[in-house]
């Protein structure tokens, strides 16, 4: 592979890191527009117990080539990179602006679930059905999980690097927002930001784990019943709105290790009552604006994507 290949797909990979970091926006897609999508699926898929058999039987070069592992490592460099570079941004942004950060996200979540809508088609029993379960485990997830700002036990990151990967593997469905979801989103993004390697370890086994197990999984429910499981994933996308609403009231704060004040207790509020219940500016017009840039956006790419489809 020539240099100037290897430096085209980092970049590639450091934009599928920097739509990653954030809800809404899925890396799959920007694989998908980029041009590397099968080829990165198709590499992702070999990886497991054949390869350990080329391995072991042809050797590191054998295995190598099988699994196209000088495009993985170049593309996961690119996706690393951008994502430590981004979680400080969005760590530092949801610190200074969490109205406006939070109505950005909410515009994504919001119109990439609109979008995935527009493509089940025909409408079943079984489809509406997957959709009402979708939005109900979203629901019941989102109160059962930590919240925002709550800090999980260690090992829980290994099942949420799992469920989050297969999400970023998808065109259409975001990691973050699974963790978002989960309530890991923001403790994923300060063990980057800190460099805590521990809990990284964990969540990068999980990813593996997840790309070793569930990636065949979600490619076989994709590939018989597409539109079902387009359905429920709208359906999780929906139920999960709630969760992301900008206007929040703080009713129970804890003592974080640094000393620090977290909220672990909140609800929705209107953005005409936040001002009276907290004493600060909802900043309507702004979070309003961001909502559509958001908006705005997704369709770009969603738009992007498909202009791609009928030039191929």
Same mark, same amino acid.
Request: aromatic residues 12%.
């Given at each position: 592979?020539?240099?100037?290949?290897?430096?085209?797909?980092?970049?590639?990979?450091?934009?599928?890191?920097?739509?990653?970091?954030?809800?809404?926006?899925?890396?799959?897609?920007?694989?998908?527009?980029?041009?590397?999508?099968?080829?990165?699926?198709?590499?992702?898929?070999?990886?497991?117990?054949?390869?350990?058999?080329?391995?072991?039987?042809?050797?590191?070069?054998?295995?190598?080539?099988?699994?196209?592992?000088?495009?993985?490592?170049?593309?996961?460099?690119?996706?690393?990179?951008?994502?430590?570079?981004?979680?400080? &941004?969005?760590?530092?942004? %949801? /610190?200074?602006?969490?109205?406006?950060?939070?109505? $950005?996200?909410? !515009? @994504?979540? =919001?119109?990439?679930?609109?979008?995935?809508?527009?493509?089940?088609?025909?409408?079943?029993?079984?489809?509406?059905?997957?959709?009402?379960?979708?939005?109900?485990?979203?629901?019941?997830?989102?109160?059962?999980?930590?919240?925002?700002?709550?800090?999980?036990?260690?090992?829980?990151?290994?099942?949420?690097?799992?469920?989050?990967?297969?999400?970023?593997?998808?065109?259409?469905?975001?990691?973050?927002?699974?963790?978002?979801?989960?309530?890991?989103?923001?403790?994923?993004?300060?063990?980057?930001?800190?460099?805590?390697?521990?809990?990284?370890?964990?969540?990068?086994?999980?990813?593996?784990?997840?790309?070793?197990?569930?990636?065949? &999984?979600?490619?076989?429910? %994709? /590939?018989?019943?597409?539109?079902?499981?387009?359905? $429920?994933?709208? !359906? @999780?996308? =929906?139920?999960?709105?709630?969760?992301?609403?900008?206007?929040?009231?703080?009713?129970?704060?804890?003592?974080?290790?640094?000393?620090?004040?977290?909220?672990?207790?909140?609800?929705?509020?209107?953005?005409?009552?936040?001002?009276?219940?907290?004493?600060?500016?909802?900043?309507?017009?702004?979070?309003?604006?961001?909502?559509?840039?958001?908006?705005?956006?997704?369709?770009?790419?969603?738009?992007?994507?498909?202009?791609?489809?009928?030039?191929?």
């Amino acid at each position: 592979m020539l240099p100037l290949e290897v430096l085209i797909l980092f970049l590639k990979g450091a934009l599928m890191g920097a739509a990653d970091v954030v809800p809404g926006v899925s890396g799959g897609t920007i694989a998908f527009i980029t041009g590397i999508y099968e080829r990165l699926l198709n590499s992702l898929k070999k990886l497991g117990p054949a390869s350990l058999k080329i391995l072991f039987r042809e050797g590191v070069a054998a295995c190598w080539r099988h699994i196209d592992g000088t495009f993985l490592v170049t593309v996961f460099g690119g996706v690393l990179s951008s994502v430590f570079t981004m979680a400080r &941004v969005i760590t530092y942004s %949801l /610190s200074a602006w969490p109205i406006q950060v939070w109505s $950005f996200f909410f !515009g @994504l979540v =919001l119109i990439s679930a609109v979008l995935i809508l527009r493509k089940v088609s025909h409408w079943s029993l079984s489809r509406i059905a997957a959709l009402v379960a979708g939005v109900g485990m979203a629901v019941f997830i989102g109160h059962a999980t930590p919240g925002m700002h709550a800090q999980p036990e260690w090992y829980s990151f290994l099942w949420a690097g799992a469920l989050a990967i297969c999400a970023m593997i998808l065109p259409g469905i975001s990691g973050s927002f699974i963790l978002l979801l989960l309530g890991f989103y923001a403790p994923v993004l300060q063990a980057v930001t800190r460099f805590d390697f521990g809990i990284l370890f964990v969540f990068s086994s999980g990813c593996v784990l997840g790309l070793l197990l569930f990636s065949h &999984v979600l490619s076989w429910l %994709l /590939s018989y019943y597409r539109q079902t499981t387009l359905a $429920f994933l709208v !359906g @999780l996308m =929906l139920g999960a709105i709630e969760k992301i609403w900008p206007w929040k009231q703080t009713l129970a704060w804890k003592l974080a290790d640094n000393g620090v004040q977290i909220p672990v207790q909140q609800v929705n509020v209107m953005p005409w009552q936040y001002e009276s219940l907290t004493g600060q500016s909802p900043e309507f017009v702004m979070a309003i604006a961001l909502m559509m840039v958001a908006i705005i956006a997704v369709s770009v790419f969603e738009w992007c994507g498909r202009s791609k489809i009928q030039t191929d």
